[in-house]
């Protein structure tokens, strides 16, 4: 079982659509990434968070450190938010294991 | 500052061949890591080094790679003999441990074995 687990797997959504993609990990941590990687496969950190929510432009990363729980949600979704969103939990040293990852398209 | 820098973006070889690839850490990052991603399994981590040393390389999967860091601004990732099932993209990413940790990624390089 991976100790990260990502829902759903693949999301489809309209343009405009709110869209929540959910993180849960079986490891008790201090701090969540949420990565994003586009169809041309570069890998961009989106967040990090440890506690609470936090907002840039249209994407909001809220974590519940006690659930073991994070979401990522996109308001006004847009065809340009189509990627692959990956959260992943820092171990020792800052070694990184990744969720299996939400492959999102947005359709106009 | 340019990022974390990798070299080639691409690379095509036949089996049997040493590949090596690049990496420039963002400078001032302390931490260093490489991962493989593939359809199969995703993201793993391969092996990361701290202050130069490599701390855990666990994930390498056989003697076959091998990752050397000889200064803090380059590392590079080797495989030798090159199978088929060493194609996959392989990311690096660095860090500063302890200056909030979040992880910078490069532009991966795409290995392809014949």
């Known amino acids: 079982k991976n100790e990260v687990e990502q829902s759903p797997q693949n999301l489809t959504a309209q343009e405009g659509e709110f869209i929540t993609i959910n993180c849960s990990y079986s490891?008790?941590?201090?701090?969540l990434h949420w990565l994003q990687q586009h169809p041309g496969g570069g890998i961009v950190s989106l967040f990090m968070l440890s506690s609470g929510k936090k907002k840039h432009g249209r994407l909001i990363a809220t974590i519940n450190i006690q659930e073991k729980h994070s979401s990522l949600h996109i308001t006004a979704s847009h065809p340009r938010d189509s990627a692959v969103y990956i959260c992943?939990?820092?171990?020792?040293?800052?070694?990184?294991?990744f969720g299996t990852g939400t492959r999102l398209q947005v359709t106009l | 500052d340019a990022g974390v820098i990798q070299s080639p973006r691409h690379e095509v070889t036949e089996m049997g061949q040493e590949v090596t690839l690049r990496c420039k850490p963002i400078?001032?990052?302390?931490?260093l890591f490489w991962y493989r991603q593939t359809m199969m399994r995703g993201l793993e981590l391969l092996i990361y080094f701290n202050n130069n040393v490599p701390i855990d390389d666990s994930g390498m999967p056989e003697d076959r790679f091998s990752a050397k860091m000889p200064n803090a601004s380059f590392s590079t990732l080797k495989i030798q003999p090159s199978e088929p099932r060493d194609s996959a993209v392989y990311f690096c990413?660095?860090?500063?441990?302890?200056?909030?940790?979040?992880?910078?990624f490069g532009p991966g390089t795409r290995l392809t074995v014949l």
């Open positions: 992943a939990r820092p171990g020792t040293a800052s070694k990184l294991t």
């Open positions: 990413a660095s860090t500063q441990v302890g200056g909030g940790n979040e992880q910078f």
């Open positions: 490891v008790g941590i201090s701090a």
């Open positions: 400078s001032g990052h302390n931490s």
